[in-house]
């Protein structure tokens, strides 16, 4: 949302007023949310995600002890390249957290994957086995999803492995 207030500022489809006032409801929500984020993953015993977390904390807290957080109206047309670059890199640096989650997730769940394509396949299914909606046979091609599928048929979310063997 923050880069789409900024180009639609910079393409003069807003007013600087309205895009600083967007963009300022929404930085101490996301700051919070860092926090809270490291905070839960040092607490659950994510070492590694932690550690990569806190760099972008530090960054979070030295903009938000700076008083540097919040976008000035009257400066924000001199400072709209820079602050688009850096929306950008948090964009990217969080997309990269979210991927090392998920891989992090398949991992955690027991699999033993060859390569790329299987681990990127394997989340897929997984993320869609999860929602219990869909059943294919690739599901029973991924030594991941058997045993994600076997280790979590007592929880009841997701249909016993034997149901869906028989499927195939």
């Not at 300022?24 to 607490?43: D, H, Q, S, Y």
């Not at 047309?77 to 891989?103: A, P, S, T, V």
């Not at 091609?141 to 280790?151: D, I, M, R, V």
């Amino acid at each position: 949302m923050q880069l789409m207030c900024l180009a639609d500022l910079e393409f003069d489809y807003i007013n600087p007023y309205d895009s600083a006032s967007r963009i300022n409801k929404v930085v101490l929500p996301e700051f919070i949310t860092a926090g809270v984020l490291c905070f839960l993953f040092l607490v659950t015993g994510h070492w590694v995600m932690s550690v990569f977390c806190v760099p972008y904390l530090y960054y979070v807290v030295r903009l938000y002890l700076g008083r540097q957080h919040l976008i000035d109206v009257t400066e924000i047309f001199n400072l709209l390249n820079w602050e688009k670059k850096q929306r950008l890199f948090k964009l990217g640096y969080i997309i990269l957290l979210l991927f090392m989650c998920l891989f992090w997730e398949v991992a955690d769940s027991g699999c033993k994957l060859n390569s790329i394509k299987d681990t990127m396949m394997c989340v897929l299914l997984l993320e869609i086995g999860k929602q219990g909606s869909v059943r294919t046979p690739l599901h029973l091609e991924f030594s991941c999803c058997k045993t994600f599928y076997g280790a979590n048929k007592e929880h009841g979310r997701i249909a016993p492995l034997a149901e869906a063997e028989a499927e195939a």
